[in-house]
């Protein structure tokens, strides 16, 4: 997991155009200063088929905006009733934000073309203070974790956690970014000072060995996702090609390459003996690398 903090403007910002929800604000958030208001009863198909209409004979509909409001659309399919009530959308076009507002929003969400395409933003408004009882398990709902052993809810409240021993009294001045794979979950108190960043690492439990048929899943959700590279697609191959040389209980497999760092975990979790790291040289070729738990003793 990584973790970081970095301070953050003491001013308080208020709707969707916050710099603290977008990570960094593009041009187009922040050059907009007029939003389209739509009222929904709830952030279904029904109401964005009848707001879709209306955006269309306002002339606003442009590709960008097109793109993104599908975007938003699929998305929130996917998502329970109750993370589309009570919630707030944003939409980018290209010289337009529209906002669809459904009853007292809690939570706000905005969608705008990132370097790989559409990309939804969440973001939970907590009020004076944020503590591990903030974040719900509502938040989360639709959302796959990246890692298996340890999700990204439960690494977020193990940071407030640690940082509510340390500094109680900055509670009050956080907010705290969660990126994992898809999910861009931003919790924002009234005036932040300082920003905390989780971002779980991609991790998959095997079982007690290595299990041909998880990897083999796992390779086809990378490759759906868009994850996988020509990189990392050479590692998991090495990986397939050598299956029997990685067969070990309580190891850990890493796999690296185009910026994507996969790791494997086989028997305990929390202990591995043996430890493979498999990787690609500048021509794209793989290798690997063993390591056993004596090989990382140091001796005085």
Known sequence: MAVSMSPVSGQKETGLRSAALLGKSSPSFTAMSEIKNYTVPCLDLDSFLSAKVKIRQDGLLDSNLKTNLDFAVQTLEGFPASK????????EGERQLVRFTAGTPVLLYSVRLGPKGPEMHQKVPVGARLDPTCLKEWHFAGHLCQDELESCMEQARRVLNHEAQK???GLSELELRITCGELRLTYVTQQPQRSLVVQPRRRTYLGKS???ERVLELKTSLERSGVMGKGLLACFQHLLLHYGQFQEENSRLV???DGEMVELVCGRPDYHSTQYYIFTDGQNQAHSHRVQDIDLWEYD
Do not use: E, F, I
């Not at 589309?84 to 939409?91: E, N, P």
């Open 84 to 91: 589309r009530r009570d919630v707030s959308l944003t939409v």
């Open 210 to 212: 290595l299990n041909l």
């Open 167 to 169: 500094n109680p009294s």
């Open 255 to 257: 796999l690296q390459s």
